[in-house]
């Protein structure tokens, strides 16, 4: 493991204990924004894996960002449930199954667009990269 996906991880896994710890809530810099916690699969190793995000509730969906800040990639979580895209998550106190539908064109947009009003960092992190950064909307199953 490179130092990089180390320190990731050791960030991640801070804001997973707080998430847990407040029922769903995390302070700065996230106090404001819906967070959940994905569960995945490795794609290519078939292992759990665990990762806090920043989410947009429209209705009773789940709407998820792969913008990794900006990053010329997608993030791994992306790749992960691109490959297995039976996922669960944690929003709250709740954990539940879902199933992750990437959501593309006019709607994709628009709720780029509303993710992007609400908090402006998703605004600059479109400016960042030349790729389209994905989303993906988690569907209760």
């Known amino acids: 493991m490179t130092d ?7 960030w991640n896994a801070k804001i ?17 924004a819906d967070m959940v916690i994905l569960h995945t699969r490795g794609a290519r190793t078939g292992r759990p894996r665990e990762n806090p ?34 996922v669960e998550v944690e929003r709250g106190t709740e954990r539940f199954r879902a199933r992750a539908v990437e959501i593309t064109g006019p709607e994709r947009d628009a ?8 908090a402006p960092q998703f605004a600059e992190y479109a400016t960042k990269t030349t790729r389209v950064i994905p989303v993906v909307v988690l569907e209760r199953t």
Do not use: M
Request: proline share 8%; with cysteine.
């Open 53 to 86: 995000l920043c989410a947009l509730l429209d209705g009773g969906r789940i709407v998820l960002f792969a913008s990794k800040a900006g990053a010329p990639t997608n993030p791994d979580w992306y790749h992960n449930l691109k490959a297995n895209p039976e």
């Open 4 to 10: 990089a996906n180390k320190a990731l991880n050791d």
């Open 111 to 118: 709720l780029y667009a509303r993710q992007a009003s609400r």
């Open 16 to 32: 997973i204990a707080e998430f847990r710890a407040n029922a769903g809530r995390c302070g700065p810099p996230f106090e404001n």
